[in-house]
Every structure is written in C-alpha cells, then in structure tokens.
C-alpha cells in the first residue's frame, strides 16, 4: 500500500492528469444513477416538509425507539430522520399544553448544493471499489480539485489538503514546518524540540483560540506563542505591528534558545475584515526563514486577480479556504493550500513529499473515500467564471453600502475601509488595472462592521461605548434582521468597541444581495437612527423628571434599550417593603400597565432587576411629550391605587355584613326554638305537635340581606313578602301607595373602622362614585349569599 501511494505522489503535486480511468469503474452506470436519483429525492422531500412547515403531527422528538427486535421499513426509517432534521426539538410544554416544534432554519439549496450533497452518497458508495482502483480515482480527484484551485486563486505550484475542521489545515502546515525546521523531529520527536522550542507569532487581535488549539494538538507550550501587538502610529488600529514583529524575530533568531517557526497573518480578521500588511510579512518570513500562513475572508478576492504576471502563491506559504462557507453549499470540505518547493521555486523533492506525507497533508487525499468528489463536481457546475462572479458581486456589496452608510455622522465604522487607507481604489478600477495579490488584500473589504455612537464620539479615537448604547445597537440589529430580508445581518461583540452590527455576504448562504437590497437597508438604518437619536435625546429628560417625583421610582433593566422602566409607589410605601407589599405593588403596577396599554401602546409591562414589575418605556420619535407620558403614568396611577383601595373596602363590606347576617340567624334560630318548645323540633314527635297545635304563619326565621348603600344587614320579609326591593326612604311614593314598612332587624356593618393597610393620597371611597341598591341576600335555611341588583 505504501508503494502504491508513493508512486501516485509526484503526479498529484505537479498537477499532471493521471490516465483516465478504465470506462467500467466497477459499479455499473445504472447502480450509480439510481443512487443518484434516490439521493435527489431525500433532498426534495426535505424541501417540501420545510416548505409545509406547519404541521408538527409527525414529529417524533419524543418518540422513544426502544430495542429494535424487527426491521424497519425504508420509507419509515426516513420518515422518522425527516423529523429528527426538520424540526429543532420536542413539542414546548408551558402550563401543561403541548406548543408546536419550532422549525429548523434549513438554506434553500441551489443546483450546486444538491449536486454536491448527491456526491456525498456517491463518495461513501466508492468505499466498495477495490483499494488500488479507489485509491486511482481518490488521486486523479484531488489533482484535478488542486489544479483548478491554484488557478482560480493565483496559487500555482502547490500542494492541497482537504479537512472538514477549519483549523486541522493550519496544525498540518504546522506540523510540516516543524519536520522542515527540526531534521530529527521523525526520529526523536518532541525531544528534538526541547533544546530550542519553536515560537508561533500572532497578533493579539487574532482569535486566542486558534493558537490554543494549535498547541494543544501538537503538544507544545503556550509559551511558545508570541502575542504581537496592533499599530498603535501607522495603519489600522487591529492590524499586526510589523514594526514590532521584525524586532521580536531579530531578537529570537540570534540567540540558540528558541527557534522562530510560524506567523500567522490575517487577511481579512474574523469579526472586522481588516488585513495585515502582507507584503511586508512575506518579505520578514523570507528574511528570516519563517513559515507564513493566512487566513481571512478577504483570500477570495485573489480570484478577481486576472494579471498573468502575478503569482499570488508568493504572499505565503500556505493558505486556508473554507469554500463551503464562502461559496454557500454545506458540506464541502475546507481547503489548505500550501507551497512543497522553496522560495527559489525548485521543484519538490522526495523528502518534501515524505514529509507532507507524514504531517498528514496528504492522508485524506489517497484513502479509499473520496473527499474531495463534492468539491470537484461543485468546481464543475459552477466554473471559474461563476465563483469569481459570486466573490466579485460580495465585494461589489460591501463597497457599495460602505459609502452609502458613511454619510451617518452617528455611525462608526469599525470594519476596513474599501479602497485602501485612502479610499482611492475601488473594485471595478481594480479589475481593469489589475495590482498584485498584496495589494489586493489590503484594498478590498470583506465584510461591514459598524455600530451607533453618539454623534460627538465618532471621530474621537478608538474607545467603548457606554453600555446603554450597546443595548441601543443591539436593538438596532434586532430590527435590522427583522425588517431586511435578503440581507444577512448579524450582531457581534468587539472588545474595544462593544456591541456592534456585521455584513457578510461572503458567509452568507443566500445569494448577494442586489442593489435593491442595499437600499432597502439605507432606508430602515435611516429611519431607525431617527428614533436612536430621539430616544438619547429624551432619555436624560425622561431620568430627570423621575427622580423629581416622589411617587415614581426609576427601574434599572438590564438589556432594554427603551428610555427605561418607572414604578409607581406612593413614598409611605417604600419605607415598608415586607413581602405582602411587594405583592400588592407588583399587583398595582400589573393593573396600572394594563390600563395605560389602552391609551397608548408605547408601554409595557417589564420587571426590574429586583424581580418587582414596573411600566416599561420603549423608543420614542422627536415630537414625543415625555413629560405628558409620566404625568399620564402618575395620574392614572393614583385612579388605580384609590380604585384598588375602593374594592378592598367593599370586599371588607361584604365579609362584614355576611358575619352579621350569619350571626342574626344563629341568635334567631336559638330564640324560635325556646319559643316553640324543643318538642318541636324532636323527630315524630314534632310532627304529632305540629298537628296538634300548628305554629303561626310569621313564626319562621327571616333571611338577611346586606344594603350597601345604606351599610346594614336587615331582614328580608319585605323581598319575600311584597316581591319588591324598595329604599325606605320615604312612606309614600308620587301615586299615593304606601311603601313597604321599615325591615324589623336592622344591623350596622362596622366596616368603616377598618383602615387600608396602606395610606394614601386619596380616600377609600371617592365622591364622585355613587352606589346603587345593590343587596346581598343570606336565605334563612340555605346561608349562601345570593346578589341582588
């Protein structure tokens, strides 16, 4: 096996075509094509259940398998991986009801993604092929696949690797310029390291990530990572100090301790876009024989570089792709490319290839699977012609709403600039004038980073803004992402700055957007900075007028950007905050969020940080009264305070006169039975008494009714007797007939010495709200309230 891979090296590095293939590749053409055809149907029928989306019925998140004693059939087997990919989880339970699964956000999938997932299936199915012929097949994808890449990003004469974890390309390089740097590394390994370590250099504005990974994969020291810092004088405030990186290599190459090995340089930075000065990196490695690897979204614009002259594969020694993610289709593998000859461009010789071999740069590339088949038909299907397109038309974007964005005297701008520092070139002019690849990476931005600043802070120097405007800018990529469509549009967090919005077509699975598109996002940013700036402007209006009033308190809420939160307490109640307060306050201010919702519907109902609820203000426009809107809150707080007392006072009422009314009874259900005798009540024996000497008819116990207007318990023989429910408050009426006599039992309610447990500004009773002949009736045998209007 080792000879066999040997053998096919050479061809697969230069880029030579190996023979083509016998026409019978083992599994017949109708074996394939069925494959084919079935893989082409998974895909669509996920498409449509995306599609429909509705209806959760199927789904089986919850469905436990159990033990498989009997096979499944096909069609089921896939049923139940339809809903295991098209739905996130299980049905959300809230208050013992079953929500709907919430969809998973599945990228609609072009004629290159399908083909590309298709060559997935293809790919396992070639693991039947007998290993030399697979491992023929295996070689003449990856040349091709390598050819065609050195081509369209100016990379010639290289060598490619192919991985699905982003950064197992930079430790392979790594791992190769170790072997190169260290002959005896093969034999001795990590002690033929131990007299002098290597050093890594990276810029402190490099994810801190990427080096970590590096050393724990291969074993090494964090010390032996050199943070380099940013440009504090010249350039970008986020670009590597090359000044500072040529004296740490001068340093570190005169003395026998350490042995400078790597830089990684950043041609477009994860979050902001911005690129190193890589002319100058490449000619300091070259100085001081050092390994250079870049890594950046800004690497695709080498493809818009058409000059024949150029040879872009001198900007490093080897570079990383992430086409998937660059070109939107899933699944296809990440690429590194990287350089076997010196920089005299001699051709690679046997020990190179042996070592590339052993780094584990060329493993994937001669197995029997077939890593690199979605990428080849994907490079097909597409061309040259549509890849350099598709990275034309990203950069295209970014330059375009940079400077429609950059009129914003409130927007900060924190990604590179297109056109260099000066903003003289643009992409168009680029592409008629061709530049080398340097040159070109530090002209083109990948991606718009910008954030909203006050308007006096934005051309002060580089500083965070204040917290609450990054609740603001978070606000304002939340409806950004809402309100735009076509556009992906994310929020990130930048140490320096803060929160800040992001642009990037190139990691986009969508199309470019279009011209349209562009606008659409001047207009609602435009539209949004109004209300930003409006809300600022209220905001110290808003804080001020609280804090003068004694009966609003301000509210801190973490993570809202409205003008704030305001509860209202009347001041005795703050003072005495016992658990029962709290409650009624909570309860207050839910009433009092209630009411003002349908007047207005800027507020809502929000909870501070002390987990008590609060009126909630959102944004506001220019013209808005905030003086008006908290007098409106207060006023309307007061009428629910006094109306909340008011119903504490009548439920007080009510208890009263039902205790009154029970007790009435009691007593006289004692005297009727002293008066008719106990033999009476005895049973047979009363029934015998009854006949013998019947009682009289007005004898019974009479049932009670609560007045509240009048606030007495009184006996209800009038209801009962005249079936009417008349005021005495006269004895006769304008026709001449008499009312019904004054009730025989008469008993106060005391209510009224029974205070609220809270003082206030307003009485328990208002004057303006009068009380109809409202009753509670207590029957004489049942006891149970019965209401009477």
């Given at each position: 096996m080792e000879k066999i891979i040997q053998n096919n090296i050479p061809e697969v590095v230069m880029g030579a075509e190996v023979d083509a293939p016998p026409t019978t590749l083992?599994?017949?053409?109708?074996?394939?094509?069925?494959?084919?055809?079935?893989?082409?149907?998974?895909?669509?029928?996920l498409e449509e259940s995306m599609r429909k989306g509705t209806d959760t019925e199927g789904s089986t998140w919850n469905t436990p398998s159990g033990f498989l004693s009997h096979p499944k059939d096909a069609e089921d087997i896939f049923t139940l991986l339809q809903d295991l990919i098209v739905y996130e989880d299980g049905p959300v339970v809230e208050d013992g009801k079953a929500e709907p699964?919430?969809?998973?956000?599945?990228?609609?999938?072009?004629?290159?993604?399908?083909l590309a997932l298709i060559s997935h299936s293809i790919s396992a199915y070639a693991m039947s092929l007998s290993r030399p012929h697979a491992q023929r097949l295996a070689g003449r994808l990856a040349a091709d696949t390598t050819r065609w890449l050195s081509h369209i990003f100016r990379f010639v004469d290289c060598a490619s690797s192919f991985h699905e974890d982003p950064l197992e390309g930079l430790v392979r390089v790594t791992r190769l310029a170790l072997h190169k740097k260290y002959p005896r590394y093969?034999?001795?390994?990590?002690?033929?390291?131990?007299?002098?370590?290597?050093?890594?250099?990276?810029?402190?504005?490099?994810?801190l990530g990427i080096v970590q990974h590096l050393c724990k994969q291969l074993s090494l020291p964090l010390h032996c990572v050199k943070p380099i810092p940013n440009n504090t004088v010249f350039g970008s405030r986020q670009c590597m100090d090359i000044s500072a990186l040529e004296r740490r290599l001068n340093e570190d190459s005169q003395t026998n301790s350490v042995t400078p090995l790597l830089v990684l340089g950043e041609a477009g930075s994860v979050l902001t876009g911005h690129c190193d000065n890589i002319t100058r990196l490449r000619e300091i490695c070259d100085k001081y024989n050092v390994w250079l690897h870049l890594r950046g979204d800004s690497l695709a614009a080498l493809t818009l570089n058409s000059s024949p002259k150029d040879l872009s594969s001198k900007i490093a020694d080897s570079i990383t792709l992430p086409l998937g993610i660059w070109l939107g289709i899933p699944s296809l593998p990440v690429v590194t490319l990287y350089r076997l000859t010196d920089t005299r461009g001699a051709r690679p010789t046997s020990r190179d290839t042996t070592l590339s071999l052993i780094s584990g740069l060329m493993t994937d590339s001669f197995s029997r699977r077939l890593p690199t088949l979605p990428l080849w038909t994907v490079l097909?299907?597409?061309?040259?012609?549509?890849?350099?397109?598709?990275?034309?038309?990203?950069?295209?974007?970014?330059?375009?709403?940079?400077?429609?964005?950059?009129?914003?005297?409130?927007?900060?701008?924190?990604?590179?600039?297109?056109?260099?520092?000066?903003?003289?070139?643009?992409?168009?002019?680029?592409?008629?004038?061709?530049?080398?690849?340097?040159?070109?990476?530090?002209?083109?931005?990948?991606a718009l980073v910008f954030q909203f600043v006050p308007p006096e802070a934005e051309n002060q120097e580089i500083q965070r803004v204040p917290p609450y405007f990054d609740k603001l800018n978070s606000w304002l990529g939340q409806?950004?992402?809402?309100?735009?469509?076509?556009?992906?549009?994310?929020?990130?967090?930048?140490?320096?700055?803060?929160?800040?919005?992001?642009?990037?077509?190139?990691?986009?699975?969508?199309?470019?957007?279009?011209?349209?598109?562009?606008?659409?996002?001047?207009?609602?940013?435009?539209?949004?900075?109004?209300?930003?700036?409006?809300?600022?402007?209220?905001?110290?209006?808003?804080?001020?007028?609280?804090?003068?009033?004694?009966?609003?308190?301000?509210?801190?809420?973490?993570?809202?950007?409205?003008?704030?939160?305001?509860?209202?307490?009347?001041?005795?109640?703050?003072?005495?905050?016992?658990?029962q307060a709290k409650e009624e306050l909570n309860h207050l201010n839910t009433q009092l969020v209630d009411t003002l919702r349908s007047t207005d519907a800027a507020f809502s109902l929000g909870e501070g940080a002390d987990g008590l609820a609060c009126v909630r203000f959102g944004m506001v426009t220019r013209d808005t009264d905030v003086a008006e809107l908290l007098s409106l809150v207060l006023?309307?707080?007061?009428e629910v305070e006094a109306s909340s007392k008011f119903l504490d006072t009548m439920s007080e009422v009510v208890k009263r006169g039902i205790e009154a009314a029970q007790t009435d009874l009691e007593r006289e259900n004692?005297?009727?039975?002293?008066?008719?005798?106990?033999?009476?009540?005895?049973?047979?024996?009363g029934t015998f008494v009854n006949w013998w000497s019947p009682p009289a008819k007005e004898s019974g116990v009479r049932g009670r009714s609560l007045n509240l207007q009048a606030g007495v318990v009184e006996s209800t023989e009038n209801i009962y007797k005249y079936h009417m429910q008349l005021q005495p408050n006269s004895t006769s009426n304008g026709s001449g007939a008499r009312t019904p006599p004054q009730p025989l039992v008469q008993t106060p309610v005391g209510a009224g010495s029974q205070s609220h447990s809270r003082s206030s500004s307003h009485s328990s009773l208002q004057s303006g709200k009068s009380l109809q002949a409202t009753t509670i009736s207590v029957p004489a045998k049942e006891k149970s309230c019965e209401m009477r209007s």
């Open positions: 083992g599994p017949s053409e109708n074996e394939v094509m069925t494959l084919k055809l079935q893989a082409s149907q998974a895909l669509s029928r699964n919430q969809l998973t956000n599945l990228p609609l999938l072009t004629d290159a993604a399908k093969i034999d001795e390994g990590f002690t033929a390291l131990a007299s002098s370590p290597p050093l890594i250099y990276s810029s402190v504005a490099a994810p097909q299907a597409m061309g040259r012609d549509g890849i350099v397109n598709r990275f034309k038309q990203c950069f295209l974007v970014i330059e375009d709403l940079h400077h429609k964005i950059k009129k914003f005297n409130c927007i900060r701008i924190l990604s590179q600039e297109p056109g260099g520092e000066t903003g003289s070139y643009t992409i168009l002019e680029l592409l008629n004038n061709p530049i080398n690849g340097p040159q070109l990476l530090e002209v083109v931005a990948s409806i950004l992402q809402r309100d735009i469509e076509n556009v992906d549009i994310e929020l990130c967090e930048i140490e320096q700055y803060g929160v800040a919005i992001r642009i990037c077509p190139l990691e986009s699975p969508e199309c470019p957007p279009n011209t349209e598109d562009l606008d659409n996002v001047v207009a609602c940013l435009e539209q949004q900075i109004e209300i930003l700036l409006a809300t600022v402007e209220h905001k110290e209006t808003f804080v001020r007028l609280v804090k003068e009033n004694d009966s609003l308190h301000l509210v801190e809420m973490p993570g809202w950007a409205g003008l704030g939160g305001v509860r209202y307490a009347p001041p005795t109640w703050v003072h005495v905050m016992t658990d006023q309307v707080g007061q004692a005297e009727k039975l002293w008066q008719e005798g106990i033999l009476r009540h005895v049973p047979v024996v």
